[in-house]
């Protein structure tokens, strides 16, 4: 009796998990289907608006529609557009594997001070000219962002690696950057003229507007590259997630994990960050969407991240549009002012499912 039962139990243990696997899977095809209907607004909003109907035209067949609305879909709004989708699954994706490596809810891109630092090799181009590399004058300016964001991640990890640090002293430093990171950039702005001074703010800001087909080319070939990377690691880190002790049991070297994985993140967050400005809710709440609807298996966390931050920022590219109309607000003023509303409805609808 007992062995019918034991086998009763397993077999509604089967069942339930393969319900479960088949919810997750259908909520990454909404999620796509979702982004593919944001990217189909986004790419109708501008100075000339378009029909949803002309859009799917231009997309699917080039040649049935006019060249003016070739031109201005594929080659103006086609890059900003797909740009937003890049740049917000990268930021989530690092963001999330963050969190996951550190242990804690508040890691991300920006709190750490990549972002920070990100901004800080920016903004010496912008006011001061300074070059990192000479060679690459036409991308000086996501170089040096690109550059000292890499160095800030790098610093921070060697810190880390002192007798005594522990993760709550990697995320106290990443907060420390960024305090000195903000206090180096206010010195700039002080020493610099009120145009780079204007320059190095709206860059700051974060502005998707000045994407262009070799950037995204750069931004998508590292995402592309980074993310089979970290899914080859993806049982190990949903097993960091139970703590360092336990994770050693199963077989895994969370120091190590934890130097791979930052490094690739901060490369995914450095190249975004070089080429679009300061993003900072990204993230920070496209894990934590992804982790409320999926759950923490990096099977469908990790597509997740990318899904819902890119879907995010696809929603604030469409805002920056419309919130007023003839001006395009810069994307990081939009997510932040509609994002930061919906984050704190969301932690207290769902504190505990949050981490």
Not at 199 to 217: C, R, Y
Request: some cysteine.
């Amino acid at each position: 009796m007992s062995e019918a039962r034991l086998g009763d139990d397993q077999a509604m243990g089967r069942e339930f998990y393969r319900a479960l696997v088949l919810k997750r899977q259908f909520i990454v095809v909404g999620l796509v289907l979702a982004i593919s209907v944001t990217l189909c607004i986004d790419l109708a909003l501008g100075p000339a608006q378009y029909s949803l109907i002309e859009v799917v035209s231009a997309l699917l067949a080039p040649s049935q529609v006019s060249d003016q609305v070739r031109v201005v879909l594929w080659e103006i709004r086609m890059p900003v557009a797909l740009m937003a989708l890049v740049v917000g699954a990268s930021l989530s994706v690092a963001g999330a594997q963050m969190q996951t490596i550190l242990s804690n809810p508040l890691a991300s891109p920006f709190t750490l001070g990549i972002s920070a630092g990100a901004g800080f090799g920016a903004a010496l181009a912008l006011a001061f000219g300074v070059v990192f590399i000479p060679a690459a004058v036409n991308y000086v300016i996501p170089i040096n962002a690109f550059l000292m964001a890499m160095l800030t991640s790098f610093f921070i990890y060697s810190l880390s690696l002192r007798r005594g640090v522990t993760i709550e002293t990697i995320v106290l430093l990443g907060i420390a950057m960024v305090f000195v990171f903000n206090a180096l950039m206010a010195l700039i702005q002080f020493f610099a003229s009120q145009q780079a001074v204007a320059a190095v703010v709206f860059w700051t800001m974060g502005s998707l507007t000045k994407a262009t087909w070799p950037k995204f080319w750069i931004a998508l070939a590292v995402l592309a590259a980074v993310i089979p990377l970290l899914a080859r690691h993806g049982w190990a880190l949903t097993a960091m997630r139970l703590g360092d002790a336990k994770a050693e049991s199963l077989g895994v070297n969370p120091r190590r994990l934890r130097l791979e994985v930052l490094v690739l993140v901060s490369l995914l967050a450095a190249v975004a960050v070089s080429f679009v400005g300061t993003i900072g809710f990204i993230g920070l709440v496209g894990p934590h969407i992804a982790r409320l609807i999926l759950g923490e298996d990096q099977r469908f966390f990790l597509p997740g991240a990318a899904l819902c931050g890119a879907l995010i920022l696809s929603i604030g590219s469409i805002l920056s549009k419309t919130v007023m109309p003839g001006t395009i607000i810069p994307i990081g003023i939009v997510t932040s002012l509609v994002g930061i509303p919906f984050f704190l409805c969301l932690i207290l609808s769902h504190k505990r499912a949050l981490w």
